[in-house]
């Protein structure tokens, strides 16, 4: 039976509920991070990173954690560190992966999963197969494992076939006076893999934040070509879309000539894309096409500096970023960030094409485009980073601009809005994107300790059916009390 939740605000008034405690007190680079979505099949998948080995996966249905292994990650684990769940599985560490040998119900690797991951997504986006996309129904565990698949493909997969597979990684990026590291734990196969740092700079510290733009957030535009393209185009005519308006984005053939092919957006105009690279196949009239977060970027921000760098995982490449117009001021101590997906508001209220203004500047009311970015450093300040056109705006005036964000701050979104943890105060604020207004949400009665640079927050919705039910968890500052607020 789908769950009904009738809650009516002021009737109703919110309610902690204490969790299990976590298995070491929160510490400075400290942060929490998980599905929020419920998008993975199992509910454990929530982490916990408290240092290079102190690393914790909490079960949300056992209301229970557990260690994961040490990560040996390159840095001096403080202030700075930070990290991101994606719910694509990084299996050897790659974002995708090229099967042995196969059936059309099975893939045979070269990877030792050791877990079942039953229920996780699998598309495949090159070689025999390309364009199935389906569910794993059962998994050989340990060496080159034999993943099964439903529906059967049409056709039997083999050794060209190259898959993506959604059962989640863990990313962690490490904090140091005189090196840094980054690393990705790959859920299925419970391995960490290093991954590079260069042209990063060899210290780094204050506070961080690690932003994933992944697909797995859902479609944001679809459509079908009216042919006409290029080796490195997709067009479609009828389209009106801004110039550059889904640039570092990217696009995916979901059906007809071309299917399975993912590429990234580097520039458009009115109804045309340009890809980086080159189809393999090239689309035509029959292309349908989806445009998603790009699952090959990431972003760093940080460091008490204005500096955005940009990674790409397919290449295992860090850049940093020109912004045509660089951000005003640095991120300091408290400061936040967060990827704004598709606020329901803009999805059905307004047009993805218009335009609104907002204190003075013209900002699209266009899902996936956007972060979010409160300073901190005991200011009220907000800028927002423009994704699509590399470009900061800097100190944006928002309604009821008065509270101040310094260290031990933190931050999480949900649904087009923002939760915004004050410090070590308890206090928890709600950031209304649509609104574009500040408010009070709660406040956690809870003794707060110490305040230590982290990210103390985050969502978890439970779904049943068409219900989606958004619950607040918040640890504590210096401590180990685990707390959660469902939110309505």
Excluded at 126 to 140: D, L, N
Excluded at 149 to 168: E, H, K
Excluded at 349 to 372: E, H, M
Excluded at 395 to 420: L, P, V
Aim: charge should be neutral; hydrophobic fraction near 35%.
């Amino acid at each position: 039976m789908t769950t009904s939740v009738n809650l009516r605000k002021i009737l109703h008034r919110k309610a902690w509920e204490m969790a299990t405690p976590t298995i070491a007190a929160t510490t400075n680079g400290g942060f929490i991070t998980g599905d929020k979505d419920g998008i993975m099949p199992q509910n454990d998948c929530v982490y916990m990173v408290n240092g290079a080995s102190s690393i914790y996966n909490y079960n949300l249905d056992q209301d229970a954690w557990l260690q994961l292994p040490n990560s040996g990650i390159t840095g001096a684990y403080a202030a700075g560190s930070c990290g991101e769940f994606r719910t694509i599985g990084m299996l050897g560490g790659s974002l995708e992966n090229t099967a042995t040998a196969g059936t059309t119900t099975t893939l045979t690797t070269n990877r030792t999963v050791t877990r079942d991951i039953y229920g996780s997504k699998i598309r495949v986006v090159s070689g025999t197969g390309v364009g199935y996309e389906g569910t794993v129904s059962s998994v050989r565990v340990g060496a080159n494992s034999v993943i099964t698949v439903t529906p059967a493909n049409g056709v039997a997969f083999d050794a060209t076939t190259t898959f993506r597979i959604w059962s989640g990684s863990l990313w962690f990026f490490n904090a140091g006076t005189t090196a840094v590291g980054f690393s990705v734990w790959d859920r299925a196969t419970n391995t960490w893999t290093a991954k590079s740092v260069t042209n990063l700079p060899t210290s780094f510290g204050t506070g961080g934040q690690l932003i994933a733009t992944g697909s797995y957030e859902g479609v944001l535009e679809t459509g079908t070509s009216t042919g006409s393209n290029t080796t490195s185009t997709l067009i479609q005519t009828t389209k009106n879309w801004q110039t550059n308006q889904w640039a570092n984005a990217q696009v995916r053939i979901t059906a007809g000539t071309g299917v399975g092919q993912i590429r990234a957006i580097v520039s458009g105009t009115s109804n045309t894309l340009t890809i980086s690279g080159t189809w393999t196949v090239t689309p035509d009239a029959t292309s349908v096409y989806a445009i998603e977060g790009c699952d090959d970027y990431m972003y760093l921000v940080g460091n008490n500096a204005v500096t955005l760098y940009r990674y790409v995982v397919s290449t295992n490449t860090w850049s940093t970023l020109t912004p045509s117009v660089a951000r005003a001021g640095a991120l300091g101590a408290g400061g936040t960030a967060d990827w704004i997906h598709s606020p329901p508001e803009w999805v059905s209220l307004v047009d993805a094409n218009s335009l609104s203004s907002v204190t003075g500047i013209a900002l699209f009311k266009q899902p996936g485009r956007y972060v979010y970015s409160f300073r901190g450093a005991g200011s009220n300040t907000l800028d927002v980073y423009d994704i699509s056109l590399n470009t900061w705006m800097s100190a944006i005036a928002y309604g009821n601009q008065n509270e101040t964000f310094n260290t031990g701050s933190s931050s999480c979104d949900s649904d087009g809005n923002i939760y915004i943890i004050k410090e070590a105060t308890g206090r928890v604020f709600k950031f209304n994107i649509d609104r574009h207004i500040i408010e009070p949400f709660t406040t956690n009665v809870y003794p707060q300790s110490t305040a230590v640079t982290m990210d103390s927050v985050f969502i978890r919705n439970y779904i049943d059916g068409g219900t989606k039910v958004p619950f607040l968890y918040l640890l504590r500052h210096s401590g180990t009390e685990f707390i959660r607020m469902m939110i309505f």
